[in-house]
């Protein structure tokens, strides 16, 4: 009878949140505190999202959460981990592998016209929203996006579904950088020669054909099976290696941001340290700075072709990693007046960075390579020369090779023509462009068994790629793990180590489908398409979201009580406009290129006739079936879980006896101090009084 | 008579040279020195011939176990400025007869590393043509290398998770005991307010007669 006045009454918190009604309240509040002024104002576009301020803590309550330190949130210890962990995030295998591939074949120097104007355009604005954003609101992505707007539930939800998909086969590349780490450390590296076959004839056919390798890394490393239906079975070596890389993961996974925080130390300094070293080194190897020049030659004819400037826009978009909700995560974490602008624009800047160092340190490398192969090949002919026509030896030099050919030809042609000189071509070599996993197991390995000290060199390597894999994977697991607490998937019972723990070995046991004989195409499906047209989905919601229905207003308010000034013009321009319409080009783009092309993958099959180039071969038509559910279903979950929800709310409002359901505010969850306890104990008293 | 005598003395040459030039149990010998040993390589002349003639005498000695072989075995021909050449081996017993292809191929194989070291070489820089080198034994490890440091990952790996899991476990113990001994420290300052009903009812508590619902004493 008086419990009711009881709760009613003000417990000195300022907050005047009723916590009774879900919807209706008696104060009406305004994002600024007073009312709209003018018609400029209620013209800026806003959809409806009534009851938002019910869902989120005003700026009074976030200062007294910060001064008093309540809430149990986990905290960064300090600046600079957080600083690390979103530079691991960012920095990944991408940055040394995929991009220096685009910038060599896209023109060199000029790429980096287009690269850094959409860094500038679409990747700097994306990360300031989704810092701003998560530390506002405190929650990771499934949270931020329910409390903007419950049907916006579906954001988080594809987050969650993308950061798994993408978690699986990234440690699955992580446990291929791990067995390679593991076999370094010996000498002769295992790939720098051809086994012998069994009767100790002659070396085994298949690496006689190709080189060894390449039959280390498709035959030795991944025993892949000719095609994507045959599944090989399972790989005994690589189980373990996939077992070992989920097994590290945990460890620093264990307790969330509390020891990912130490880790980080580690994983995300070391890559830098390992690509100085390799820089020294490149530079002192001979063809290192053709290497270079070639990379940076620019040609700028590349700018007029669109190609270049999508593949642009769509590297920065995943080089940053957006839209997997991990870097929301992390920035929840922060202090609430934590300069977020600031931030973004330093991991931008250092991600930029770290992508043209590494491809300058590859491309020094990789001219290398095709130095010592070009010296073999002219070798080689001049060899062939001497020995066809018994010329004492230092007779031909590379020097003048050219014109004793042209003179050899010209008296005795027909000799020349059976021996089948191979033209040699720098050029060519140099732009033997690989890019992904053929860069760093086939080509880079083969350039570091041509290095003196060779298995060091090749152990620097591997642990550079395991770092920048294990950092990124931080982010993957964050962007897993927190939507499935705030989904309550788990009981709460469950301390956080069982649930990293489950998580991480449901991973591993899905993960072995990439472990069989065809896991190599398996892993380039989920690439292309789980990895992909999701994401760009989800960003571009994640706009709309942020600017349309949370409102940019109320977000510009929020920015000035955190970091004390309004965002400028820059910000506003391209948070409102330019960077929705540049997600929005890149994804039609990407979508009609799928959606027209006819779709193939490329198979290592030693019985075709081309061996030992790949051959292209078109997927059996169940596949089909995979990429809906790899592509489709966290795209329409965006959509669908509004839907669901919709329905229902309508099925709800026909039955209004339905049990009154868990409060969705604030004061009835966040439990601030002692006003729990409290209550109980002085409604007990109130009671024994008035009775 | 000098005639005679003159053909006497250029006749065994020139049947040599017949011998190997035309013969089908010759191989083709061709050295790339500078290749080999760049600028230590030394030049090649009538000694160094020398020395090959002998060592393929040597070659012959130990895979025929006759003592009888001499240099005068070795016959050689079709030498070029590449560095290549042909030679054929005669018999001891007969000048004119030469020894059959499989055996001096048998012989050379056998002896082919010391006869690249004679010469400073390789099985690439030596070549003889037709006789293929010999394909060194595989490394074959007790323990794969590899096994060895997926060992110590793995062993590093479970001793983190088990730190990490005891230092869990062990906070959360020391957590409840401060707890149950702060609940124990409070039995002395009667504190109403701070106590819950739970807490209450595993000791005795307070027993506070101003709120008690007991009603013994007011029975009516």
């Avoid at chain 1, 810092?131 to 409390?147: C, Y």
Wanted: aromatic share 12%.
């Amino acid at each position: 009878m008086t419990s009711d006045a009881v709760r009613e009454r003000d417990w000195g918190t300022p907050s005047s949140h009723n916590s009774e009604a879900p919807c209706c309240q008696h104060h009406q509040r305004f994002p600024h505190g007073y009312p709209p002024q003018g018609p400029q104002e209620i013209m800026k576009l806003k959809l409806p999202n009534p009851g938002l301020e019910d869902r989120i803590l005003n700026h009074d309550e976030l200062e007294r959460l910060e001064v008093e330190e309540a809430g149990d949130r986990p905290k960064w210890d300090n600046k600079a981990q957080y600083m690390l962990t979103c530079v691991g995030f960012c920095v990944g295998l991408g940055n040394v592998w995929r991009f220096p591939y685009l910038c060599q074949s896209h023109g060199g120097g000029a790429f980096m016209i287009p690269f850094l104007i959409l860094l500038v355009f679409e990747g700097i604005p994306l990360l300031h929203l989704e810092f701003a954003i998560g530390q506002r609101l405190r929650k990771g992505s499934v949270g931020v996006w329910r409390t903007i707007n419950p049907y916006m539930l579906g954001v988080g939800i594809a987050s969650m579904c993308v950061s798994f998909l993408v978690s699986l086969y990234y440690n699955t590349i992580i446990a291929w950088v791990m067995w390679y780490f593991f076999n370094s450390f010996q000498e002769p590296l295992p790939w720098s020669q051809c086994p012998i076959n069994a009767n100790r004839t002659g070396l085994v056919s298949e690496c006689e054909r190709s080189s060894p390798v390449d039959y280390f890394w498709y035959r030795e490393t991944l025993n892949t099976s000719a095609a994507i239906d045959d599944m090989g079975g399972l790989q005994w070596w690589m189980i373990l290696c996939l077992i070992s890389a989920w097994g590290v993961l945990y460890v620093c996974c264990i307790r969330g941001i509390e020891t990912t925080g130490k880790a980080v130390y580690v994983t995300s300094t070391l890559p830098y340290v390992v690509l100085t070293i390799f820089l020294i080194r490149g530079l002192t190897l001979k063809g290192s700075f053709d290497g270079i020049k070639f990379l940076f030659t620019p040609d700028l004819n590349e700018l007029a072709n669109p190609t270049t400037w999508l593949d642009a826009g769509a590297q920065v978009f995943y080089s940053f990693s957006l839209a997997f909700g991990g870097l929301i995560s992390f920035s929840s974490y922060n202090s609430v007046h934590n300069n977020c602008e600031q931030d973004a624009v330093i991991i931008s800047i250092i991600n930029a960075f770290t992508s043209i160092y590494a491809a300058t340190v590859i491309y020094s490398i990789i001219g290398f390579r095709a130095t010592e192969r070009f010296d073999d090949c002219l070798s080689g002919n001049i060899l062939t020369l001497l020995n066809t026509f018994d010329l004492p030896e230092g007779n031909i030099t590379e020097s003048n090779y050219q014109e004793v050919l042209h003179s050899l030809n010209s008296t005795n042609s027909d000799i020349i023509s059976n021996l089948n000189l191979k033209t040699c071509d720098l050029n060519s070599f140099l732009s033997e462009g690989v890019e992904g996993t053929g860069l760093a197991f086939i080509v880079f390995t083969e350039a570091i068994t041509k290095m003196p000290l060779s298995p060091l060199w090749s152990v620097l390597f591997f642990v550079m790629l395991f770092c920048l894999g294990l950092s990124s994977m931080f982010g993957n697991i964050e962007g897993v793990l927190v939507p499935l607490q705030d989904l309550k998937v788990f009981p709460k019972s469950w301390p956080k180590e069982v649930i990293s723990g489950v998580t991480c070995l449901v991973c591993c046991l899905v993960g072995l489908i990439f472990v069989q004989g065809s896991g190599n195409y398996w892993l380039a499906l989920f690439d292309s398409f789980a990895g992909s047209i999701p994401l760009l989905i989800i960003a571009f919601s994640e706009m709309i979201g942020v600017v349309y229905v949370y409102g940019i207003d109320r977000f510009n308010e929020d920015l000035i009580f955190m970091i004390g000034h309004k965002p400028n013009i820059f910000w506003q321009a391209t948070w409102r406009v330019i960077s929705p319409l540049i997600m929005l080009a890149i994804f039609i783009f990407y979508f009609s290129t799928i959606v027209t092309k006819e779709i193939f993958y490329i198979a290592w099959d030693p019985e075709s006739e081309n061996f030992p180039t790949l051959e292209k071969k078109p997927y059996p038509s169940w596949i089909y079936v995979i990429i809906f559910l790899l592509a489709g279903v966290p795209s329409l979950s965006v959509p669908g879980t509004a839907v669901f929800r919709a329905i229902r709310e309508y099925c709800c409002k026909k039955h209004p006896s339905a049990p009154v359901q868990e409060i969705d505010s604030v004061s009835y969850k966040v439990h601030i101090q002692d006003v729990e306890p409290k209550s109980q104990k002085s409604q007990k008293s109130d009671q024994k009084l008035y009775t | 008579m000098l005639a005679g005598v003159l053909l006497l003395i250029f006749l065994p040459p020139l049947v040599a040279k017949d011998l190997c030039k035309d013969s089908q149990d010759g191989f083709k010998v061709r050295l790339s020195i500078k290749t080999g040993l760049g600028d230590d390589a030394y030049e090649w002349n009538e000694s160094e011939m020398f020395l090959f003639r002998s060592t393929l005498a040597y070659a012959m000695r130990k895979h025929s176990n006759q003592d009888t072989y001499t240099i005068d075995n070795i016959l050689v021909c079709n030498d070029t400025q590449r560095v290549s050449f042909v030679f054929v081996v005669t018999s001891t017993d007969d000048p004119d007869q030469l020894i059959p292809k499989e055996q001096v191929e048998l012989a050379v194989r056998q002896n082919k590393h010391r006869i690249n070291n004679a010469f400073l070489l390789s099985d690439m820089t030596l070549e003889f043509m037709g006789i293929p080198p010999t394909l060194s034994a595989p490394i074959i490890y007790d323990t794969e290398p590899w096994l060895i440091v997926f060992g110590v990952v793995i062993g590093a790996v479970a001793v983190g998770i088990v730190a990490l899991l005891m230092s869990t476990v062990s906070k959360k113990r020391r957590a409840k005991e401060k707890a149950a001994g702060l609940s124990e420290e409070d039995e002395g300052i009667v504190k109403e307010n701070g106590t819950a009903l739970s807490s209450l009812g595993r000791k005795e508590g307070v027993y506070n007669q101003a709120f008690s619902n007991d009603d013994r004493f007011t029975k009516l």
